[in-house]
């Protein structure tokens, strides 16, 4: 089971705070998170202010396991924010699990991170030099304390001197005990957009979360901007000015949850069209349309209709499995994928079909995929992919594999169709992907090795060797 999951990009997290008084904050921040689940499976965390202290709760596993009615009714506060975590930086241990919660000079703070900073190891040392004590090895930790190395003023001022010294991609939400303040990263790579419930506000990774607690969406988070939310309302300021936009690709790709709006473009809309552009690059004259639920429906839906070709689920989705599974033994590897997908072969058995993903990475899932679908008795298999072949690590927040374990770094595509077993095979264009994104300003490193933020060499040739 294993096996299939690591066969995929993973997110980081997903952060998501609140500022209701006279509302329960942290049961609403655990719909939040809910509704935030697939960005993050490891931990989960909740952290609530009174307006005089800071309570925290945070353990391993999904957010059902994490939390009970007893702990959600024990975080008592008019402000709250929370955590899901998938741990790229730092390893996957209950210290590195957040909110941080921290006791500083001027009271104290709790912080939650989505993404990746590329000057963290710099900055780590830096800090350590004068003084500061690391109990994570996540460099969220070093976010918080710069701003409370920063706080003279207000806390606006020290996420200000703190944004200028971050370098990478992030979206945050900060706790102290009066006030929530949300920071972007100043190319908007991590996602961050303000709801409205009510009289008071909320910030989360995605909008969908917003939509679970009942909220409206007012806005996205600009690129550089630092949010306040207090007792008069909400305050915006630019921290560090904005830089060329540069969104990340895979939140439309595969990340975001398809009912999310992300900078302004609808999630599910813009995978039809990234299977709109692979009707027009490789129409093919197949029997049916076949997802590999569920990033890649939207995208097999945009390329039935545009051909007028039948739309079938010829994979299921076991919707009950989840990250608990009971490890298989060896010789149990393809009943562990079968549990997760299975081939339905009433619709399958002598047909011709495009079978279409969101994206390859070492692709040990694709050609179990495939065939599966030719033991299911499919006289032909075509596998369409909705993105371009990854061929570089992400150091933005994305969990990817090495350069060398990155399938299109070591095959051609024909190598590739072989080692999957598809009788063609087809990467979207990364023109198709621009099209598809209304021509956005994206982050296309993972594809092109154009990194929006400069990534120091040191990093690069250890990811490259």
Aim: charged share 25%.
């Amino acid at each position: 089971m294993r096996d299939y999951e690591d066969d995929k990009l993973h997110e980081e997290c997903g952060v998501f705070g609140i500022y209701a008084p006279g509302h329960e904050v942290a049961r609403l921040t655990y719909y939040a998170l809910y509704a935030l689940q697939h960005r993050g499976q490891e931990s989960a965390g909740i952290a609530v202010s009174d307006g005089r202290t800071i309570d925290v709760h945070k353990g391993m596993g999904l957010v059902a396991e994490v939390f009970s009615d007893r702990t959600l009714n024990e975080l008592n506060g008019k402000m709250a924010i929370g955590h899901v975590r998938y741990s790229t930086t730092g390893s996957s241990l209950l210290s590195n699990a957040q909110p941080l919660v921290v006791h500083y000079q001027k009271g104290m703070m709790a912080l939650a991170h989505n993404g990746n900073l590329t000057n963290a190891a710099e900055l780590r040392e830096e800090l350590g030099k004068d003084g500061a004590v690391f109990q994570t090895t996540v460099d969220s930790e070093v976010i918080i304390n710069l701003i409370a190395r920063y706080r003279r003023g207000t806390l606006e001022d020290a996420a200000t001197k703190t944004m200028i010294d971050l370098k990478g991609a992030y979206a945050l939400v900060v706790l102290a005990e009066d006030k929530l303040v949300g920071m972007r990263d100043p190319h908007g790579v991590r996602p961050l957009c303000i709801g409205k419930l009510g009289d008071y506000y909320c910030l989360a990774s995605e909008s969908c979360a917003l939509d679970t607690i009942g909220a409206e969406f007012v806005r996205d988070v600009e690129p550089g901007e630092i949010v306040t939310v207090d007792e008069e309302g909400i305050h915006t300021r630019i921290g560090v000015p904005k830089c060329d936009k540069a969104g990340c690709s895979f939140e439309y790709i595969y990340f975001a949850r398809p009912d999310s709006t992300l900078d302004q473009i609808n999630v599910s809309e813009s995978r039809r069209r990234m299977g709109v552009e692979l009707a027009r690059e490789c129409p093919l004259d197949v029997d049916i349309v076949v997802p590999v639920p569920d990033s890649g429906t939207a995208a097999a839906l945009g390329y039935a209709m545009t051909l007028g070709i039948p739309f079938e689920q010829g994979l299921l989705k076991n919707r009950y499995v989840g990250r608990t599974f009971i490890q298989p033994t060896q010789e149990m590897r393809e009943v562990a994928v079968r549990l997760k997908l299975n081939a339905n072969k009433g619709v399958l058995k002598d047909r011709r079909i495009v079978l279409i993903d969101d994206s390859i990475v070492r692709g040990t899932t694709s050609s179990k995929l495939v065939e599966m679908v030719r033991k299911a008795g499919a006289k032909e298999v075509h596998l369409l992919i909705s993105s371009p072949p990854v061929l570089f690590p992400c150091y933005y927040g994305i969990d990817t594999a090495e350069r060398e374990k990155l399938i299109a770094t070591k095959l051609e595509l024909d190598g590739i169709r072989k080692f999957v077993g598809a009788d063609s095979l087809h990467y979207l264009s990364e023109e198709g992907l621009k099209r598809a994104l209304g021509e956005q300003s994206v982050c296309l490193a993972c594809f092109n090795g154009n990194y929006p933020v400069p990534i120091p060499e040191g990093q690069r040739k250890l990811a490259f060797e």
